[in-house]
């Protein structure tokens, strides 16, 4: 296996999991009957779980990008020193925007973000370099 195809299986791995803690959260506010079902008026959950969640969903959306890069790039044998480095610092980025999100640190997830997104743009180029 490839280190990109590696990274791929890791943050695919990682976006698997955040739902865990919101949903604990979730269980822990609304109790397991309710959590499991669809209450008529929800009491709210925690702001750390509602950002989570928040969280998980960019994290799912820029999983279908990231992924399709890794795969094509797999599929045609471009695997270089950018391509390492930007799937290492994507897998890093995409935690960092986790728990920032989660923890409200404005800057930092942008920041986080931003580069998952240089990320997938220097998968980009090479792949249409």
């Avoid at 990274?7 to 959260?25: H, K, R």
């Avoid at 702001?47 to 795969?71: M, T």
Wanted: aromatic share 12%; proline share 4%; glycine share 4%.
């Amino acid at each position: 296996m490839t280190l990109e195809l590696k990274y791929l299986v890791l943050v695919a791995a990682l976006t698997g999991l955040l739902w865990v803690p919101y949903i604990l959260n979730r269980i822990a506010v609304w109790g397991l009957m309710d959590a499991v079902g669809y209450p008529a008026n929800p009491k709210p959950v925690a702001r750390w779980a509602e950002r989570l969640q928040s969280a998980h969903y960019n994290a799912v959306e820029n999983l279908v990008v990231f992924a399709a890069l890794v795969l094509v790039a797999d599929a045609i044998g471009i695997s270089n020193e950018t391509t390492v480095l930007a799937c290492t610092a994507y897998f890093w980025a995409r935690l960092v925007h986790a728990i920032s999100y989660t923890l409200g640190i404005p800057w930092v997830r942008t920041l986080a973000f931003a580069v998952g997104f240089l990320c997938q743009a220097a998968l980009a180029w090479q792949l249409l370099a």
